[in-house]
């Protein structure tokens, strides 16, 4: 965890914005000891809003599969997506 000071991102904004494309995680900004915000590169928060797009889905379909829903072999999956592509050609 990064955590640095308002004071530091105000006087050294360059710094700052290099130290989050170089770590790729999250920077803590505190003001007057306490935390105020998080600013992190916007290559870091694509991808950090990629996972959590990927995870919904995976969660959607655990739950799916869970209730019942019916499941298909990677063959079958196959099969399934060459007729309806087929059909559309």
Do not use: C, H
């Amino acid at each position: 965890m990064i955590i640095k000071s308002s004071t530091s991102l105000r006087n050294d904004y360059g710094a700052i914005s290099n130290l989050a494309r170089e770590a790729q995680e999250p920077i803590y900004i505190t003001k007057n000891g306490e935390g105020d915000l998080v600013v992190m590169s916007i290559e870091a928060f694509e991808k950090r809003e990629e996972t959590y797009r990927l995870r919904a889905k995976l969660e959607l379909a655990e739950a799916l599969r869970q209730s019942g829903a019916p499941t298909y072999t990677l063959e079958q999956s196959r099969q399934r997506l060459n007729a309806i592509y087929e059909r559309e050609v």
